[in-house]
């Protein structure tokens, strides 16, 4: 598989190549300078996972792997505008790549170590992801400062699946979806908790496990 890298060498080479006439000249410099800045973003953000990798924020699964993975919660929240917070997220992920594909999105990372929020911090600086927040607290401080209401929640690797999903749901506004990391060995999530806490389960990739909850008033 080509990484993204490659790929937009190859489409910047293919569009360089041609000689167009003056009418696409503009546009096809303006595609070029897209690809340009895709491959910038691309190659940063794997140089972000890299580090918290390197700090121990992240197992040593391949890094493209990584990113991968974190894509099935890009394709879930495929449709959803608004706001996503990201509970746990000091390894990076998947609320960094939900932030690169997803700059429409208002995003909040929540971790309660302040060495990983310290560390994100300076990652969403250094890629000017002006859309993310992070936000050094517990969740129930968080939730006493307001941070509830999210349009999404995302979760991998927070906690137990009853704790991460009241904890989401807690998060969560109406209508809202709950999206979260699931391992290959079979289901854990219990129909009668699910039906409690208002939700219901939706299809998703095998990857990840999704939860939408409608309004009730």
Request: include cysteine; proline fraction near 5%; aromatic fraction near 4%.
């Amino acid at each position: 598989m080509w990484s993204a890298r490659r790929l937009a060498r190859t489409r910047i080479a293919g569009l360089s190549s041609s000689r167009p006439d003056r009418s696409l000249r503009s546009s096809q410099s303006a595609d070029i300078l897209s690809l340009v800045n895709e491959d910038q973003v691309e190659w940063e953000l794997h140089e972000a996972l890299g580090i918290s990798q390197r700090l121990g924020f992240l197992g040593d699964r391949p890094i493209v792997e990584v990113i991968e993975h974190a894509r099935a919660f890009v394709t879930a929240l495929d449709g959803v505008s608004g706001s996503v917070i990201d509970l746990g997220a000091g390894g990076g992920v998947p609320g960094l790549v939900l932030a690169v594909d997803r700059p429409d999105l208002s995003i909040t990372l929540l971790d309660r170590r302040t060495k990983r929020t310290d560390f994100l911090s300076r990652i969403v600086r250094r890629m000017r992801l002006e859309h993310v927040t992070v936000v050094a607290a517990d969740v129930d401080d968080a939730i006493r400062q307001g941070h509830t209401g999210f349009d999404a929640v995302v979760a991998r690797g927070f906690g137990p699946p009853e704790l991460t999903l009241r904890t989401g749901v807690r998060c969560l506004g109406e209508p809202g979806v709950i999206v979260i990391s699931e391992p290959p060995r079979g289901d854990r999530w219990d129909a009668e908790l699910i039906n409690s806490l208002g939700l219901v389960r939706v299809p998703s990739d095998s990857r990840v496990v999704c939860f939408t909850r409608e309004c009730v008033r």
